[in-house]
């Protein structure tokens, strides 16, 4: 079992920055795929970006080059740091845990992107 509690959310400027972490508690956090997902008003759930155990990260088109994931596996925590923010950027964020066939979801932490 993996809990996850995500913070940094807030309201932001556009062209702004912010940084969200992930908290996990739980064994064996650095095999898990950690990625962060959103979830903005009407719309589904999208991946934004992941990191394997090994490392390797993969983003959505819509935030390559704005948006760096990291793990900490010694902290047992994951964060998205954004950059160059948009107001389509403005959601839900919710950090993910997965080995499957096992997956985790945290609560979410919302971010806004506004003048």
């Known amino acids: 079992q993996v809990q996850l509690v995500e913070s940094g959310g807030g309201l932001v400027q556009p062209g702004g920055s912010l940084r969200l972490s992930c908290a996990a508690s739980?064994?064996?956090?650095?095999?898990?795929?950690m990625g962060w997902y959103r979830q903005a008003p009407g719309k589904q759930r999208e991946l934004v970006a992941f990191i394997t155990s090994a490392g390797t990260t993969n983003y959505a088109s819509s935030v390559k080059g704005r948006f760096t994931i990291s793990r900490d596996n010694a902290k047992n925590t994951v964060y998205l740091q954004m950059n160059s923010l948009k107001p389509e950027d403005t959601a839900v964020f919710y950090c993910n845990a997965r080995l499957p066939p096992r997956q985790y979801w945290g609560q979410g932490t919302q971010v806004t992107v506004s003048s």
């Open positions: 739980g064994s064996s956090f650095s095999i898990y795929t």
